[in-house]
């Protein structure tokens, strides 16, 4: 029985976590929990519990290689792919999929994001193995389903059938909703959220990726000759330039009619925020978090303070509610609550400042 | 006729602009304003329009001794003087008149702070050419006093005779106020601040040091011989482990028949504190003011921001009335208006982190 391939997926360069993270040094190769790990680590060593480190693929640009190779030294350079272009998640599956098809045609994979945290690794494992279970006797589309514990406004939903087991078929995928929705959706009792995590057999997802997105797929497919060849970069990289740029969901979940839902009850967050990084960390009695750094806090509630130099000390007073983010070259003081403006801001900052990015 | 000598006291170690500020490095020692200049410098300015560069002496702590002459590269060694404890300024004072009394009895001389800010500084000269001529002819003991624009309680006062001069007899010193009397020396108009800068001829201080604090003078007097020979540090140190500590206003001023106070207009600041260190800084259309760095306010009014390292950048949202001063080791974030508060929080974090002194 082969144990299954694993896929990272981590081409992000968003700019959460700014000015923590930069371009050069997105979210998931930062230890923004201060724990002496980085979000890709982290992710590696879930996975690392039942999946053979020969069995991991990194997908992420070109820029990034290196810090990937860095933060995960047991892989070797083949298994980290590059994109030369950002094409969303299709292109990057498919990529993948026709990769791991030419050694391997029978496996079974997990596609995963690189920069998600999970708080009960066993119960993690648990699920994630029952799906690769599954994903080895049916030829379906697993996606994992997060049980939502509040009506989040910024994850796409999955409704699912009720039929009370692990694993459901997927009624409909539902974009990220407004706040009366997702009540309704949390009510409902039947909606998961989307962790964009999935497992499938290779002659599943690839069966899908031919079907529904031909040209992606027969792109990648007639890549097999270069692949682990000298010639690989080269023709990827002008693949990837014919590529539509395209979401797996939107151009292959929402229509596969073998899309199924498993019950991920492991505690999730993709962290997306400030206020969801602090949401997981530990707090004191005046709900204060820091991580990294020597903080002192007078009179300051609710408020999050990350530094990023050894030893530096923080002075917080008359701060209720906020994030103090500190680094080298950039010092951030911002409301928390205050996400959407807060994005805004960081794309004003950047868009001033091109060498901060 | 002599041009005059200008003591420059410099001995402070306080916490004001505490992180700006070190033990290691006094507020006299730096660039509160961001202009390229530091307090002493600024002092030594105002003072070389009309003294001449050999006039000048420096008395501070041993620590201190080769920042003055890093930053006051124009004075010899011999003019810094060290005191190798604190003992307030009479005996400093005592030590600065001894030694000018061994070279030149007939001197006049003036004695300055060296953390003060003086916006008009024609004005100024004009002020303190004035009292030196008053000096030379009349064995007064002058202070410098200031017309008050506010109800201060961080000041001392001086009650003056209401003669209508420039220089008038002084009725009393005046401890620093509660709000209330505050108001009240405002509003009576015979009250001005008391600078701590003095202008006196050797004679007359002499007279004055030998009449209230006999020991002291004695003590300076006696070390004459030793004056300009390498005898003079440990004779000095040694003498000072005798000394009381205290004020001259205290010891000599509020005791002496002579006392007359000059009306200064020209614009004074302790700037004791990052509160009154804004009031004289340019501030934009939100009000906010930033010395060094690179700031971008978002909804930020009222704030001061000051960065030592050259290029961060701040992004400061959220915040109304807040000092936030970044240096290479500290962060400070706090309401500006909590002076008191500030100084014992201030107080607090020195005493958990010595090293950050």
């Known amino acids: 029985m082969n144990k299954g391939y694993c896929v990272i997926m981590a081409g992000g360069i968003g700019s959460r976590f700014w000015p923590l993270s930069r371009s050069a040094k997105p979210k998931q190769f930062i230890d923004a929990l201060g724990i002496g790990k980085t979000f890709i680590q982290m992710t590696y060593e879930r996975f690392a519990r039942f999946i053979p480190d020969e069995n991991f693929l990194v997908v992420t640009g070109e820029a990034y290689k290196s810090l990937v190779l860095e933060q995960l030294p047991m892989l070797k350079e083949e298994q980290v792919l590059t994109e030369p272009c950002r094409r969303n998640t299709a292109p990057?599956?498919?990529?993948a999929t026709f990769r791991i098809a030419k050694d391997d045609p029978e496996a079974v994979m997990i596609v995963t994001p690189s920069d998600h945290y999970i708080q009960q690794e066993d119960?993690?494992?648990?699920?994630?193995r029952h799906a690769l279970a599954h994903a080895r006797t049916h030829p379906d589309l697993v996606t994992v389903g997060i049980r939502p514990t509040y009506p989040a406004t910024g994850y796409g939903y999955i409704q699912k059938e009720d039929t009370g087991e692990l694993i459901s078929p997927v009624m409909a995928f539902k974009e990220k909703p407004d706040l009366k929705t997702a009540v309704g959706f949390l009510n409902a009792g039947s909606f998961v959220w989307n962790s964009?995590?999935?497992?499938?057999s290779v002659a599943a997802i690839r069966h899908a990726l031919e079907s529904f997105v031909p040209d992606?797929?027969?792109?990648?497919?007639?890549?097999a000759p270069y692949y682990h060849t000298d010639e690989e970069p080269a023709r990827v990289n002008a693949a990837y330039e014919t590529c539509q740029s395209i979401s797996i969901d939107y151009a292959v979940m929402e229509k596969a009619k073998n899309s199924v839902v498993i019950d991920g009850d492991f505690g999730w967050s993709d962290i997306g925020t400030w206020g969801s990084l602090y949401e997981h960390l530990d707090k004191d009695s005046s709900l204060n978090a820091r991580i990294g750094g020597d903080v002192l806090y007078f009179d300051t509630r609710n408020t999050l303070a990350k530094e990023e130099l050894p030893g530096k000390l923080l002075v917080l007073a008359g701060l209720d509610d906020y994030v103090v983010a500190d680094t080298k070259d950039v010092l951030l003081v911002c409301p928390k609550k205050e996400e959407a403006e807060l994005k805004q801001l960081i794309e004003t900052v950047l868009k001033k400042r091109s060498d901060i990015r």
Chains 1, 2 share one sequence.
């Open 123 to 128: 119960r993690f494992e648990e699920v994630m």
């Open 92 to 95: 990057c599956i498919a990529y």
């Open 216 to 223: 992606i797929a027969r792109t990648f497919d007639g890549l």
């Open 196 to 200: 964009g995590m999935f497992v499938w």
